[in-house]
């Protein structure tokens, strides 16, 4: 009798690791995550995000992106090939908007906005060779600056505030917000 409880027992315990071992179809498992191919209801879902991640599987740069591009900007009558703005075209998300930039002017789409008021050495060097310039060029310090920066008696020194930045840390005045279903 005693061997059948130490079987029972065993069996118990056998039967008890293969449930705890065995997958069980639990109703509150997260779905997998939504896709959209919709940039505006894309946006709308994820409210903000720098660039399109894996949840968006629409095509790059949309129709309705690059066309709300050319309208905010007022750019309505341009000559450039599409496959040109297609190729310079940036969008993202900002609080459930779509935001567009165009790179075409050297702007930083891509890159968020540079607030560092400390000198680079390209700066340094630049003033070391240009001991009294009124500006450094933004060849020198780089698109993405927000300030405007000189040199005096041979040493960088930052200036005027010239670019807001918007809340996600790009620069405010080189991206547009489309209305959405444009």
């Not at 567009?100 to 400390?118: M, Q």
Request: glycine share 6%; hydrophobic share 40%.
């Amino acid at each position: 009798m005693k061997n059948i409880f130490l079987f029972a027992g065993d069996l118990f315990l056998i039967i008890l690791l293969i449930s705890a071992c065995t997958p069980v179809n639990n109703p509150t498992t997260i779905p997998s995550q939504a896709t959209y191919t919709d940039p505006f209801t894309y946006c709308a879902a994820v409210k903000t995000v720098d660039k399109p991640d894996e949840r968006y599987t629409g095509e790059a740069i949309p129709e309705e992106v690059i066309q709300g591009y050319l309208q905010a900007a007022g750019l309505k009558n341009t000559t450039e090939p599409e496959d040109m703005l297609k190729a310079s075209t940036f969008w993202r998300c900002m609080d459930g908007q779509v935001m567009v930039c165009n790179a075409g002017a050297n702007l930083p789409c891509e890159a968020k906005a540079n607030s560092d008021k400390t000198p680079t050495h390209a700066m340094s060097d630049y003033c070391k060779d240009n001991p009294e310039v009124d500006f450094i060029p933004m060849a020198v310090t780089g698109h993405d600056t927000i300030y405007d920066w000189s040199c005096e008696q041979g040493v960088a020194k930052v200036g005027e505030q010239i670019s807001k930045v918007d809340a996600a840390g790009f620069i405010a005045n080189i991206w547009y917000a489309l209305p959405a279903g444009k």
